[in-house]
């Protein structure tokens, strides 16, 4: 930094002077003119070689640092070097690795602070700081009223949801202490610049998100010394944990190991139940493609296919195993009911966006599409290419014949 002006001076002494000169040029006769362009270019000369020179003389300066460093860097290095192989020294323990870590070093992870209030700093922040806080920080994620954008963690809300089938877990509904709010805002909020908050921000984030929750009012500030008085609502929805008296004396008696079943058979995969959406990049065994035993691998003699109504049946059937992964989505079949994506029975030759109580896209239901082959086969190919707007969230069939196959197994359902 002391440097920089010692460079900037002469430089700025340059422009000065080629200013002058641009005024002077409007009034002077050409001869002295030209006089005055030399002697002026002369003087611009001689200021920059002395900022040369300044500059050389620094970096020889510097070069002489650097060369103390580097020395103090080698005899370091050979220090560790003969530490390394040296005896360890005694204050290393047992194992004779490490070394005891510095107060310091310690103080920068015990940063835990418990639900009595123990470990936390002292500071203060009230709900309109934290409010602004929040929205620089938070809100990108978390929201403007900490209700969560996109699948980004809920904050606040979600009363009464805790015996749903899927309740809404928020600091609110949920956590039974305060301390695991600033322990946790304050260790790794904001994601991906955790520990950035001074102690005062995390007092004021804390005391927004109680407001978020109805627990405290716009006037509310928190620290240190009211920190404990804070009272929240699932505090005492937690038991504790008597599973090792209850439960374990009803599972620790003898199993029983008669009449044992003599041989275990793989009848379903988890695979087959669309639990995880079938990819072209999955593995076989994934896929439920894998051959089992050494009989099966065996070259099996395939009976040519008999074409049926001018569809192959090996292409229906290889349509089926592409219809995995629609099925995730989309069912067909007896009773087939509407998913994420609507049933798809006998859906060749009808009008797009047509199956009763499915909530289409706008694009879908008014596309104006019937689902023939070739509508069909540009729709899988590239859904959202085709029909800017759908819902159908799927990247597509990328294999011309994946598509012929799945079309022919959509026909084979449609009656
Ligand atoms: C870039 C997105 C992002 C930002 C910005 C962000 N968070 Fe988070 N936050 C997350 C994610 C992701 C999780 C879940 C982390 C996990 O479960 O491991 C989370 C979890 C939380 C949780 C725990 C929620 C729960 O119920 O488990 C709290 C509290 C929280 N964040 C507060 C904050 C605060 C306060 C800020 C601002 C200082 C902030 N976050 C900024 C993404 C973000
Ligand atoms: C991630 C879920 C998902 C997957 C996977 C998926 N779809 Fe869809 N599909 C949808 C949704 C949602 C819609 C409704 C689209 C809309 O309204 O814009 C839809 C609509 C359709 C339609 C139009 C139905 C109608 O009534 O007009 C057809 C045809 C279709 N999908 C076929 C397929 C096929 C074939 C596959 C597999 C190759 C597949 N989809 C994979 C979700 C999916």
């Known amino acids: 930094m002391s440097k920089s002006p010692n460079i900037m ?3 700025l002494g340059v422009t000065g002077i080629v200013l002058g000169l641009a005024y002077g040029l409007s009034t002077r006769t050409y001869k002295a003119q030209e006089a005055e362009v030399a002697e002026v270019t002369a003087q611009a000369a001689l200021i920059r070689a ?9 970096l020889e300066a510097r070069l002489v640092e650097v060369q103390a460093e580097a020395e103090e860097a080698i005899a370091v290095a050979a220090a560790s ?13 047992a194992l004779g690795l490490g070394r005891a870590a510095l107060p310091e070093e310690i103080a920068a992870w015990d940063v835990d602070i418990l639900p009595d209030g123990r470990g936390l700093p002292e500071g203060r922040g009230d709900v309109l700081t934290g409010e602004e806080v929040f929205a620089d920080y938070c809100a990108s994620c978390h929201g403007d009223f900490a209700e969560g954008v996109d699948n980004w963690p809920v904050l606040a809300g979600g009363f009464d949801t805790l015996a749903d ?11 039974p202490y305060l301390s695991t709010v600033w322990d946790y805002v304050h260790r790794s909020m904001p994601f991906g610049g955790a520990q950035t908050l001074t102690d005062d921000e995390v007092y004021a984030i804390v005391a927004y998100i109680l407001y978020s929750n109805d627990l405290v009012d716009e006037e509310f500030e928190l620290s240190h010394e009211n920190f404990t008085e804070v009272a929240m609502y699932n505090t005492d929805g937690f038991v504790i944990d008597d599973r090792a008296a209850v439960e374990y004396a009803a599972w620790s008696a003898e199993p029983c190991m008669e009449n044992c079943k003599q041989a275990v058979e793989i009848t379903r995969r988890a695979s087959m139940v669309n639990v995880t959406p079938v990819d072209e990049f999955m593995h076989p065994v994934m896929r439920g493609e894998m051959v089992h035993d050494a009989a099966a691998k065996a070259p099996v003699e395939e009976p040519e296919p008999v074409a049926e109504g001018g569809v192959d049946p090996a292409l229906i059937a290889a349509g089926e195993k592409v219809f995995k992964k629609c099925a995730a989505c989309h069912e067909v079949g007896d009773g087939a009911k509407n998913k994420s994506g ?5 859906i060749m030759g009808r009008a797009a966006g047509t199956v009763e109580k499915f909530r289409y896209s706008k694009a879908m239901a008014g596309s104006g599409l019937t689902w023939d082959e070739e509508t069909m086969a540009s729709f899988l190919e590239n859904p959202k290419g085709f029909l800017k707007g759908t819902k159908m969230s799927f990247r597509g069939l990328a294999k011309e014949e994946d598509r012929a196959a799945v079309i022919a197994y959509l026909k084979s359902v449609s009656p």
């Not at 089938?165 to 956590?175: E, F, Q, R």
């Not at 609507?342 to 006998?346: E, G, S, T, V, Y």
């Open 9 to 11: 001076l002469p430089a």
């Open 342 to 346: 609507p049933q798809l029975n006998a």
């Open 50 to 58: 002395e900022a040369s020179e300044t500059k050389v003389s620094m």
């Open 81 to 93: 070097v003969q530490s390394l192989t040296g005896p360890a020294p005694v204050a290393n323990g």
């Open 165 to 175: 089938v899927d309740p809404v877990k928020t600091v609110g509904s949920y956590w």
